[in-house]
């Protein structure tokens, strides 16, 4: 009896270890697993919707940004500067290297924008735009001008509204402006994917990119997240972006990846924000080349954020300072530019491309041309005293 009662307990506890096993793996990818169609589509109507609302509460934004970025640098070797080289992975000896800080200023007003970058150069060779320039670029509705100052010659360039046939907008010169990428994703998130280039807006700014769920999760604080998958039009390319759910999807995560490698990662983070709930406090973006880690990486924290608060109109307005080499776009079958040089009370004289970026001696360029003037005038006084007092001395001996 004894035998057999052990036999039956033994063979109880077999047929029921599978059962919890089958059990447990349901729960397990019941968890995990993408939520039905149906349910799916109306969490990223929904997401879309907050986004819409968010960027709808904020009639004009001002921020001031203090930027750091950081390099990849072997001290004991120049690595070839030549973006068509073929990629080369970085010397064991490479450590991150301050390349490049300084402050930016970025407004919104309507449909207006405008941006100025201060940089200071610490390793300009190594930096990720090569010698650093005072930098401004507006959108004042119509026009979208840029302009990037030098000590030799500024340059300048402007675009007109409406879209052109080739489809070029001028906003999206500024959105697409990295230095105010992490301020998009916080306030309009369809621009912000935009400027990565994960997503495409029409004419009427509509997004139609197809987003699905990969999955979702929730951290120790309670706080609900989703991870979007975004297709990509290019193969071998996979978009991502991680929303935080409990405070209005904000996006906290987006990645692009080639073939598995990951080439753009920008991670946000926010602080509480007494008229929108939550807005960005910080973010980094990181660049890889090609197939290594990366090579770059950016921090960028919001010194001032300031909402709805008056700006003049004189922010969206940009100038070109005498003496700059300006090519515009026109032309409304093909794309086609027009080179001049700005003179003074906005007469222009026009150049040739050749023409274009050419410094000349004898034109008023960059920020020397009023140090050089000064300049001129005091060798010119200097020349008329030494005549003078050559002369009166010349009197005297006679």
């Not at 930027?67 to 001290?75: A, F, I, K, R």
């Not at 959105?175 to 994703?185: C, F, K």
């Not at 306030?187 to 990565?196: H, K, R, S, Y």
Request: aromatic share 8%; with cysteine; net charge negative.
């Amino acid at each position: 009896m004894r035998y057999e009662c052990q036999s039956v307990i033994h063979r109880r506890g077999a047929s029921f270890r599978p059962a919890w096993a089958v059990m447990a793996a349901a729960c397990w990818l019941a968890a995990f697993a993408p939520p039905a169609a149906a349910e799916e589509e109306a969490t990223v109507e929904a997401m879309r919707r907050a986004w819409a609302e968010r960027r709808a509460k904020i009639e004009s934004l001002y921020c001031e940004i203090a930027l750091e970025e950081y390099t990849l640098v072997d001290p004991s070797a120049e690595r070839l500067q030549d973006p068509f080289a073929p990629p080369e992975p970085p010397s064991p000896k490479a450590e991150p290297t301050l390349t490049l800080e300084g402050n930016v200023r970025f407004w919104i007003a309507g449909e207006k924008m405008a941006l100025r970058l201060d940089p200071t150069e610490r390793d300009p060779v190594h930096s990720s735009i090569g010698p650093a320039t005072r930098r401004e670029m507006t959108f004042d509705g119509t026009l979208a001008k840029d302009l990037d100052y030098s000590d030799l010659l500024n340059m300048g360039s402007i675009a007109r509204e409406p879209w052109l046939s080739h489809e070029i907008s001028p906003k999206m010169l500024l959105r697409g402006v990295s230095e105010a990428l992490g301020i998009w994703l916080s306030i309009d998130p369809i621009v912000g994917l935009e400027a990565t280039g994960m997503v495409g807006l029409d004419r009427a700014g509509i997004d139609s990119s197809p987003m699905t769920i990969k999955r979702s999760w929730t951290d120790d604080a309670g706080d609900r997240y989703l991870e979007i998958n975004i297709p990509s039009m290019v193969p071998h390319r996979e978009n991502s972006v991680h929303v935080n759910v409990t405070r209005g999807y904000l996006p906290v995560r987006v990645e692009r990846k080639r073939d598995g490698q990951t080439t753009t990662l920008v991670t946000l983070e926010y602080t509480e924000d007494p008229e929108l709930g939550w807005r960005i406090a910080e973010w980094t973006d990181s660049l890889s080349n090609l197939d290594y880690p990366p090579d770059t990486t950016r921090y960028r924290t919001v010194e001032r954020f300031e909402v709805n608060r008056p700006i003049a109109d004189e922010v969206f307005e940009l100038p070109f300072p005498e003496g700059t080499h300006v090519h515009e776009l026109v032309g409304e079958d093909e794309v086609a530019f027009a080179y001049y040089v700005a003179g003074t009370g906005g007469v222009v004289n026009p150049i040739s491309e050749a023409e274009y970026g050419v410094f000349r001696e004898s034109e008023p360029v960059g920020d020397k041309r009023s140090t050089g003037r000064l300049f001129m005038a005091v060798a010119l006084a200097v020349f008329a005293i030494c005549c003078m007092f050559v002369l009166v001395r010349r009197r005297r001996r006679r």
